[in-house]
């Protein structure tokens, strides 16, 4: 989405950011900021689930408005 112009939140855990640099870094792609959020998803709640939703939104809307992204 991001070759075609189209930004794109990419989405991490904090285990996972090393890996998505690295990713990052191999495909070219060093602009692409990851929004991150703790880990882990896969043990939790709907309700859990949910509030990490809630939490990543702004940083998911600033990555498309192209706002930087707070560290």
Known sequence: MEESGLPAAVIVTTVFEH???VQRAALGM??????????????????QLDARAREAAP?????WRG????S
């Open 30 to 47: 060093d602009g692409l900021r990851p929004v991150v959020v703790m880990h882990p998803l896969s043990t939790l709640t709907a309700e």
């Open 19 to 21: 890996e998505a640099a």
């Open 59 to 63: 940083q998911v809307l600033a990555v």
């Open 67 to 70: 706002d930087p992204l707070r």
